[in-house]
């Protein structure tokens, strides 16, 4: 094992050198944004196969995925410095460096969904049919977008021993993020302290290909505009509030102990469940 390693011991699956970027002609390139830049290929891919599916125009899906990309980006930042403001007051260059992380998702959607609401009123096209087709390629890109994390050893869950459970040198993770369990349970391998977590970038991409699926075979079934964003949304909620409270990195309210994702989840979730029941009704009243 080395300073490199990551290993997921009771899947028998131990990886020797896991690096965190690339050199190009001396230029290093974090596998985080390659990740990221995937998942947005990805997204795009999906969302304008989609619109082809319902006969929509297609040029516009290409005008939202520049927009969208550039907006959702700038605001995940935000959303992430903002709660993190005593990590970057002192040092507000370090706020432009997003290739070691901070990319907060939720900044990310509520990014894309003020560039849909401008985008479509301008456009004079559907804003919900928009954010039907948009939430397929929302839910695959964080699905691929996750695994950005597991390059930065980071976003993961506190100390456990479960089948996926996850081991990471000591040394190449922040310190903020090792609780005492963690601390407690360290484990030593050729020299090196390791700890053992649970990977929480992992249930949350797997919880959002299940998510996925579930969209994909349910949208013959819609029943009205917009329904199928609010699956996306009451799902991704559904899981981003069971995952988050597992976390070590939470962003907290000020003042609370309250993790300001896990709060948002669980209003989203909330919001959408009533929208989905209000909205079947009307359906039914037609």
């Not at 690096?19 to 974090?30: E, N, P, T, V």
């Not at 596998?31 to 929509?56: M, N, P, S």
């Not at 980006?73 to 993190?84: E, G, T």
């Not at 460096?97 to 998702?105: C, F, H, K, P, S």
């Amino acid at each position: 094992m080395t300073e490199r390693s990551i290993e997921f011991p009771n899947l028998g699956i131990q990886l020797k050198n896991v690096g965190d970027h690339i050199s190009i002609f001396g230029f290093d390139i974090a596998f985080y944004g390659i990740i990221i830049g995937l998942g947005v290929l990805a997204g795009t891919f999906l969302a304008i196969r989609e619109a082809k599916r319902t006969k929509q125009n297609v040029e516009n899906y290409y005008d939202l995925a520049i927009y969208g990309i550039i907006f959702s980006i700038l605001c995940a930042r935000l959303y992430y410095v903002i709660f993190s403001w005593e990590h970057y007051k002192d040092n507000l260059l370090s706020i432009l460096n997003i290739r070691e992380g901070g990319l907060a998702i939720y900044g990310g959607i509520l990014g894309a969904i003020l560039v849909m609401i401008l985008y479509t009123k301008k456009k004079k096209i559907s804003t919900l049919l928009v954010f039907d087709t948009v939430s397929f390629g929302l839910v695959i890109g964080q699905a691929i977008g996750r695994w950005g994390n597991f390059f930065n050893r980071e976003v993961f869950g506190e100390y456990t021993n479960n089948l996926v459970a996850m081991r990471l040198p000591l040394s190449q993770v922040r310190a903020a993020d090792v609780s005492d369990l963690m601390r407690k349970h360290l484990i030593k391998i050729d020299g090196i302290d390791f700890i053992q977590v649970g990977p929480t970038f992992l249930y949350e991409s797997a919880w959002c290909l299940l998510l996925l699926a579930f969209m994909l075979l349910y949208r013959k079934h819609k029943k009205f505009n917009g329904e199928l964003f609010l699956i996306y949304m009451g799902g991704y909620g559904i899981g981003r509030f069971i995952i988050e409270g597992i976390r070590t990195d939470q962003l907290l309210m000020k003042g609370t102990n309250i993790p300001v994702s896990q709060g948002l989840a669980a209003v989203f979730a909330l919001v959408s469940m009533v929208l989905l029941i209000i909205g079947r009704i009307k359906s039914k009243e037609k």
